[in-house]
């Protein structure tokens, strides 16, 4: 036994040893082409190229004379442009040009853009060379530049120019171009420029496009009977866990922009803290001008006559309320306030949900597969806890972790953990109804962050329906009579919770708006008055198209991704934000829902799979919601995707099983891989798009083009 457990090992050890030298020659060797390429070219100096320290048109590149008033040089040797811009010009090459190399300082915190320009055999009048390049001070490799012109170039022209955060040129209205002109080489080598990063990347891609074979410790049961099996298959669990967490660390910090309050409106649960602290539900009273206006919702009539007001405040009878959920503000807000004197910034607030939520869906898979699946392989439980945590809308809300996005993920953190104390109250013969009052708490909570994720509780109407009631086989002459029992401590159990947060939410409710059943979302002083918006069914049938099927905008130029055009003919008010597109045509972890009828047999237990087809109803429920009463934007796309995603897990867990009864799971793992790495890439492209007034390009433009350089061959 020993020596088959070593040679197994051995085995995995040689993979991977074979998969990681694959890794390192793919990055010396594909990802450095354009080294190896020109490793033999000669770079030469075409001399000095005349500077012009002004802006130049494209039409005057060939005859401008040097000017550039104002132009000076600093202590430090950088030249200063008052016009924000310059012309390197180089005249009278009659040679073919393939490489351009410019040695260009950029003082830190500057980013300039270089646009190239040329005359050659097949253009007598000058004209541009493709897209401008965006030149940091912190991404050298920028300045080596590929170009392709028709035959040999007669002259050739450099822009430069200052730039905003997003690499837009803007001269004359950034201030001074500030920088130090070095050499410009032609047809040089390439740099060579190994990235670590870059090749772990292509090292876990490799992993997992040649993991889930038949002799992997993966593919064993879930829950098989070996205890030491078991023991590891915990601890990479947690390991796995860890890794998540960690990764969500990272990423709500990868934007130093979300660290603070990305507006004055942000800091909303800071001041309900302050407020509280002091024994009061408000946040602030309303200007005179305001009190004097019939229908203050009217945002657009605000703006227009410069009355004053607090944008996206719950605003009633002269007073501003915060309407976002009170859980998130109990919980962590007003204990740090309380504790430090400080406030807590929203980005931990979502990380600390969000790490919350990664234990409550390991264990609620955990959990699942134990009770309906322990003859499923085990990677189907690193998959399932994936698709949970890792859904483009959820990722969407690290990436951008501000005030909006503190109530959703808290919402998916109790509703996660509320499923898990079901499930695990289910699987044990004494105690349960600790664990189904302390799922239904989670559940309840929801209430008090985003309340659309109540719906998600009539879940538990398959899985404990039969812990509550049960039915007598006696006979009454001849015909089966089913009395009706009910477990009372077990029904007390999941009510209970319910009653009592509902009861401490409409005593907030009531203290605010007057009535226990007022959450306070229509008054909210938005961009469309919410207390004339009501229903309508266009809306809905838009929303639904745009949440769930909507394909997304891609495109052949860094960074790809784009916000999908929100195009109607609805004769009205639509509300939208960016929307990279719908979550079915974003993944293919998500198409398993549409099987669900098909795979009925495939469930040992009805119960699991009237949950996974009651989730994904409620999930469509919540999209009509939003999509009539809120909008098309991109954190609600997190309400509906994760009841999309908590359906798919089981409709996931048939197909399997369905697959490898009909002798085909090879193809099964193909497509299981095959989703994986699309559902990565997709990740990967909202990691780096650049819609919106905040992202990763405008929050940390270093590394963003460093990974655009990073892509180059």
């Known amino acids: 036994m020993e020596r088959l457990e070593s040679r197994g090992l051995g085995r995995k050890v040689k993979k991977t040893a074979k998969l990681a030298a694959l890794a390192v020659l793919i990055e010396i060797t594909v990802f450095q082409f354009s080294f190896w390429s020109t490793l033999f070219a000669k770079g030469t100096s075409p001399g000095q190229a005349e500077v012009l320290w002004e802006y130049v048109a494209i039409e005057e590149m060939e005859s401008a004379a040097a000017g550039g008033d104002g132009v000076y040089v600093d202590g430090q040797g950088y030249t200063h442009a008052p016009q924000g811009a310059a012309l390197l010009r180089i005249k009278g090459l009659d040679r073919k040009v393939a490489r351009l ?62 730039a905003n955060r997003k690499g837009e040129a803007s001269a004359g209205d950034m201030g001074d171009l500030v920088c130090r002109v070095g050499e410009i080489r032609l047809d040089g080598r390439m740099p060579f420029v190994f990235r670590p990063l870059r090749l772990l990347l292509v090292f876990a891609l490799l992993l997992l496009c040649c993991g889930f074979g038949k002799k992997e410790g993966a593919c064993l049961p879930f829950w098989a009977n070996e205890k030491e099996g078991r023991r590891k298959r915990l601890l990479w669990m947690a390991a796995y866990m860890v890794l998540f967490i960690a990764a969500a660390f990272f990423f709500v910090r990868i934007n130093p922009d979300c660290k603070k309050n990305l507006a004055l409106h942000h800091a909303q649960y800071q001041e309900l803290a302050r407020a509280l602290a002091k024994g009061n539900v408000s946040v602030g009273e309303a200007s005179p001008e305001l009190l004097g206006v019939d229908n203050p919702y009217d945002t657009i009539f605000l703006q227009a006559k410069q009355i004053p007001y607090q944008a996206d405040y719950a605003y009633y009878k002269g007073n501003y309320y915060v309407y976002f959920g009170i859980v998130p503000e109990l919980l962590l807000y007003l204990p740090y306030y309380l504790l430090t004197g400080k406030d807590l910034p929203n980005y931990l607030a979502v990380f600390f949900f969000f790490a919350g939520f990664v234990i409550a869906s390991a264990g609620l898979v955990f959990e699942w597969m134990r009770r309906y699946c322990k003859d499923s392989p085990c990677y189907l439980y690193f998959v399932a806890v994936f698709m949970l945590v890792g859904s483009p809308s959820l990722f969407y809300l690290l990436l951008r972790p501000d005030l909006y996005h503190v109530p959703i993920i808290a919402s998916c953190m109790f509703t996660a953990a509320g499923l898990w104390g079901y499930l695990a109250g289910m699987r044990r013969e004494r105690g349960k109804e600790a664990y189904y009052a302390w799922g239904s708490l989670c559940m309840a909570l929801t209430a008090g962050c985003r309340p659309q994720f109540l719906l998600f509780s009539l879940l538990a109407v398959p ?17 089966r009579v089913p009395p009706l029992r009910v477990d009372i401590r077990r029904l007390s159990a999941f009510v209970v919770p319910y009653l009592a947060v509902g009861a401490g939410l409409m005593y907030y409710n009531a203290l605010r708006f007057g009535s226990p059943f007022d959450f306070g979302a229509a008054y909210s002083m938005t961009s469309n008055d919410m207390t004339h918006r009501g229903v309508n069914l266009e809306r809905i049938l838009y929303g639904m198209w745009y949440f769930l099927f909507q394909p997304p905008q891609l495109e052949a130029q860094f960074p790809y991704l784009q916000s999908a055009a929100v195009q109607t003919d609805y004769m009205g008010k639509m509300v939208f934000e960016s929307w990279f597109g719908g979550i079915f045509a974003c993944s293919l972890l998500t198409w398993p829902v549409f099987l669900l009828h098909r795979m009925g047999r495939q469930f040992a237990d009805r119960s699991a799979f009237w949950m996974a087809v009651m989730s994904v109803g409620v999930a469509v429920a919540i999209c009509a919601v939003d999509a009539s009463g809120a909008g098309i934007l991109q954190r609600y796309g997190s309400d509906v995707s994760f009841g999309i995603y908590l359906g798919a897990v089981p409709a996931l867990f048939a197909g399997e099983r369905w697959a490898r009864r009909q002798k085909m799971g090879s193809a099964f793992c193909l497509f299981l891989k095959t989703a994986c790495l699309l559902h990565v890439a997709f990740l990967f492209l909202v990691l780096i798009q650049d819609e919106g007034s905040v992202n990763l390009l405008t929050g940390n433009p270093v590394l963003f083009y460093r990974i655009q350089a990073a892509l180059r061959f």
């Open 463 to 479: 899985l404990l329906g039969k812990e509550w009631f049960s039915f007598s086989g006696k006979r009454d002459e001849g015909k």
């Open 101 to 162: 190399h410019v040695a260009l300082d950029i003082p830190p915190g500057y980013v300039v853009k270089a646009t190239v320009f040329a005359q050659d055999e097949g253009n007598a009048y000058t004209y541009q060379l493709g897209e401008p390049r965006t030149l940091l001070a912190k991404v050298p490799e920028n300045g080596w530049m590929k170009i392709y012109p028709y035959g040999k170039v007669k002259n050739l022209y450099l822009r430069l120019e200052t």
